[in-house]
Nanobody, 126 residues
Framework: QVQLVESGGGSVQAGGSLRLSCAPSEYLYEDFTMSWFRQYPGKEREGVAAVNPIGNTKYADSVKGRFTISRDNAKNTVTLEMNSLKPEDTAMYHC????????????????????WGQGTQVTVSS
């Protein structure tokens, strides 16, 4: 069972930046598609960004140009760099993973991913 541990959440003013990190418990990292989802209270989780083992990425329209997902196989981590934050980015952010299934574009579908972290809270004040 793969466990994912997120870190880096916090509070920031609008226009500021935060960096989230996700560390899997096992070094199967290179074989996994990794992603970030966020969840608003009372809402279903929505995909934010994903990266597959061959380095291709996908972003939700709402974060394109502001967020960057990257992976460091040597450090076994995946990072979400969030810039120009807005109050509507306030949510619980979860890391997710699934064994790479092939394909060029990593999915942002909630049901695609098998492993989830507990989440880290991001709060953006206006």
């Amino acid at each position: 069972q793969v466990q994912l541990v997120e870190s880096g959440g916090g509070s920031v003013q609008a226009g500021g930046s935060l960096r989230l990190s996700c560390a899997p418990s096992e070094y199967l990292y290179e074989d996994f598609t990794m992603s970030w989802f966020r969840q608003y209270p009372g809402k279903e989780r929505e995909g934010v960004a994903a990266v597959n083992p061959i380095g291709n990425t996908k972003y939700a329209d709402s974060v394109k140009g502001r967020f960057t997902i990257s992976r460091d196989n040597a450090k076994n981590t995946v990072t979400l760099e969030m810039n120009s934050l807005k109050p509507e980015d306030t949510a619980m952010y979860h890391c997710a993973a699934r064994t790479y299934q092939g394909g060029q574009i990593p999915p942002l579908s909630l049901n695609y991913y098998d492993y989830w972290g507990q989440g880290t809270q991001v709060t953006v004040s206006s």
